[in-house]
């Protein structure tokens, strides 16, 4: 669970840095794969030097596709059809799917007991973030939803993964970005506008931020915690960033925040984690 706080407030302050700095300045694709270039280049040490079998690097390589390459592609792309809050409100679905994977892939079946928490901490989620949505969304919707289930996907495939230690795993993980890379190389191919690229060193420094970090260091933290706890831990943690990265763009920003829902919000998913807890 540690891992998985540690990498919640990582994310929290790095959704800030976009939103200050590089929204509406920096093209998305060119920002995602410059992020993924750069956690790439992370691990590569461990890829040159540390031999993974095939079979195991082909099986990060299609997570990460999947995981960030896909589901950037779909999330940024949603941003056409919907509103900033919007996306933030749709997301917070991701919890259920992460549930669902992992109760069809272990049991082939669902139990409604074991969503019981995913669902409490989307209604967390919701009561924190709600705003009205407008009415030609349709299209948005089905982007986000699609890629929160290849997020969720990403993660309940790790899980299953026999990877062995921390270390171990941080030896092998950079094929997991080389599935990302690609996906987001043909992204930034068909979709990117090269005319807005980084042209200021506090952008720069926010992107090697972001792509050694935030998207390095974070990812295989944060997948490496997912195995770690229980589906249920790991659903609920799903929508923690939300009052995380709320809190910090107060602090930071001082953004507005209606506190009597952020309180509520966070109550219902501590309870959440708690009743996530005692199900292990």
Not at 106 to 118: C, T
Request: proline fraction near 3%; glycine fraction near 8%; include cysteine.
């Amino acid at each position: 669970m540690q891992l998985l706080i540690w990498v919640t407030l990582i994310w929290s302050f790095s959704f800030s840095l976009i939103g200050e700095f590089l929204a509406g300045k920096v093209d998305p694709y060119v920002a995602v794969g410059s992020r993924m270039a750069l956690a790439l280049l992370l691990f590569a040490p461990f890829l040159l030097f540390k031999p993974t079998p095939v079979k195991q690097a082909l099986a990060l390589a299609g997570i990460g596709a999947i995981q960030l390459g896909l589901m950037y592609l779909l999330f940024y792309h949603s941003f056409l059809y919907l509103t900033v809050a919007e996306v933030l409100l749709f997301t917070i679905l991701t919890p259920v799917y992460v549930t669902i994977f992992d109760q069809l892939w272990r049991h082939r079946r669902i139990s409604l007991l074991w969503v019981g928490p995913a669902l409490l901490a989307v209604l967390g989620a919701l009561v924190i973030r709600f705003e009205a949505p407008t009415t030609d969304f349709w299209l948005g919707l089905a982007l986000v939803q699609g890629a929160n289930v290849c997020f969720a996907f990403g993660q309940v495939a790790y899980r299953q993964l026999k990877l062995g230690s921390s270390l171990q795993q941080s030896q092998s993980f950079g094929w997991f970005f080389v599935g990302a890379s690609i996906v987001a190389a043909i992204g930034c191919s068909l979709f990117a506008n090269w005319q807005n690229t980084p042209t200021t060193t506090t952008e720069w420094l926010i992107l090697l931020w972001l792509g050694l970090v935030a998207s390095g260091l974070g990812y295989w933290l944060w997948n490496a915690g997912a195995r770690q706890v229980n589906a249920n831990q790991l659903a609920v943690m799903n929508n923690l960033l939300i009052p995380a990265g709320l809190l910090v763009n107060f602090v930071l920003w001082q953004h507005a925040v209606d506190w009597g829902q952020f309180a509520a919000g966070t109550v219902l998913m501590v309870l959440s984690l708690i009743w996530a807890k005692r199900l292990s």
